[in-house]
């Protein structure tokens, strides 16, 4: 299950401790957020090695602004702690082949 961030403090810390890290920026009020959530949950048990979090953007709006998002969803891919990749929107083939990337990166 895709972990709900409840503070700033543990975004920073999932990014400082893991290694590979997909974030879902969303919010309750975005139809397509919702609509992607069950495929991420699969993903997330699919590749044990990567941690998926989901950020709500109206939880924590300092955050999401330093993110600079234009639109939800939003898709960030992190890599040793250094953003490597971003996808904007509801594309489940673009997700996946994001996540595989990420996944093959040492």
Known sequence: MVKTIE???????????SKKVV????????????????????????FADITFIKVDVDE?????????LRAMPTFHFYLNGHKADELVGVDNAKLIQHINHLASEE
């Not at 503070?7 to 401790?17: G, I």
């Not at 975005?30 to 993903?43: D, G, Q, T, V």
């Open 7 to 17: 503070s700033d403090a543990e975004y920073h810390q999932v990014l400082a401790s």
């Open 23 to 46: 974030i879902q920026w969303s919010a309750v009020w975005c139809s397509h957020c919702k609509a992607i959530a069950p495929k991420l949950n699969e993903y997330d048990e699919d």
């Open 60 to 68: 924590f709006p300092e955050v999401s602004e330093k993110a600079g």
